[in-house]
């Protein structure tokens, strides 16, 4: 199935791929230049695909990349069954994502992980290795889940943790609601405001209590990765604490931490066109470095640099 999109781009394609571990169908879209590096994009916990809309629909990012998202198991249009065991049983979240790249034949992509969605990432290199990989992108991201250490959450997030998990629908809609009025340093529109709430609300409390009960052990996974990576925190975020991405960024060899201005745990929603040019001139870099690429294209960036 093709979909026509507002921009006339390029046609944004459909494809529901089954994942490699059982019969859960995962739903997922493509759009720009089908000769272009390919982008993966990985959501976060109770959002979808569609949170990377400003991403997915920029043009300048579609003429020069193949863009890719997809909805994770029990999450906006993908299957969401009843079973715990589908969410927290060993690597299932990581080879959807493989069963995702493979569904679209691409190579040498980058991957984008955002919040959950940098253990998804993380997990797929465990289990694929990195040699399909071109770059590692983690946004106010989370890489590992269910081990000992110090906690790179925010308290009053843990504190409503609880909520998603409730089967009485006012006690998740109410957790949900903080939630999704945390996501972002600046309110999102009422419309973006209604779609964020509302695919929370779809996630089922079983499936957000077999997402956060997983033990995924992925600290070994990033001191090995070879490629280059760049670590994304916005400076306001509200849900990850900063430490969070500097443990991460300090982990990996071959990578860089970026702190956006006036941004927060979406970063890409508030300020997306600092965002795309980010991303866009870290995959397009040769030996240009990337604080010299920031300090051009991106004044509202901070950078500290790791590699040298």
């Excluded at 797929?124 to 399909?132: E, L, Q, S």
């Amino acid at each position: 199935m093709v979909l026509a999109t507002s921009q006339s781009i390029t046609a944004v394609q459909v494809k529901w791929v089954q994942a490699e571990t059982d019969n859960i169908q995962l739903y997922s879209e493509a759009t720009g230049n089908t000769d272009g590096p390919a982008i993966v994009f990985v959501h976060g916990f109770a959002q979808a695909g569609i949170a990377f809309d400003s991403q997915f629909y920029d043009q300048d990012l579609s003429k020069r990349f193949r863009l890719i998202r997809y909805d994770m198991r029990g999450h906006g249009w993908s299957s969401a069954p009843d079973d715990i065991n589908a969410y927290k049983s060993g690597t299932k979240l990581g080879q959807d994502l493989k069963s995702v790249i493979d569904a679209w034949a691409v190579r040498d992509v980058t991957l984008v992980g955002w919040s959950y969605g940098g253990i998804v990432i993380s997990e797929y290199v465990r289990i694929a290795g990195d040699n399909n990989v071109a770059n590692m992108i983690y946004v106010d991201a989370s890489t590992s889940i269910g081990i000992q250490g110090p906690t790179m959450l925010n308290p009053r997030y843990i504190a409503i943790l609880p909520t998603f998990v409730s089967n009485d629908y006012t006690t998740r809609m109410l957790g949900f609601k903080k939630f999704t009025e945390m996501v972002t340093k600046q309110p999102l529109s009422q419309d973006n405001y209604m779609k964020a709430l509302g695919w929370m609300l779809a996630t089922k409390p079983v499936c957000s209590e077999g997402m956060h009960q997983r033990v995924s052990d992925n600290d070994q996974v990033l001191s090995r990765l070879s490629k280059p990576t760049l670590v994304v925190q916005g400076d306001s975020d509200r849900i990850q604490l900063s430490i969070g991405s500097e443990v991460t960024q300090k982990l990996i060899p071959n990578s860089k931490l970026v702190v956006m201005k006036d941004a927060g745990h979406a970063c890409f929603m508030d300020q997306p066109k600092t965002f795309n040019n980010l991303i866009a001139q870290f995959i397009g870099r040769q030996s240009t470095e990337l604080k010299a690429i920031s300090a051009k294209y991106n004044p509202a960036l901070l950078v500290a640099d790791s590699c040298k």
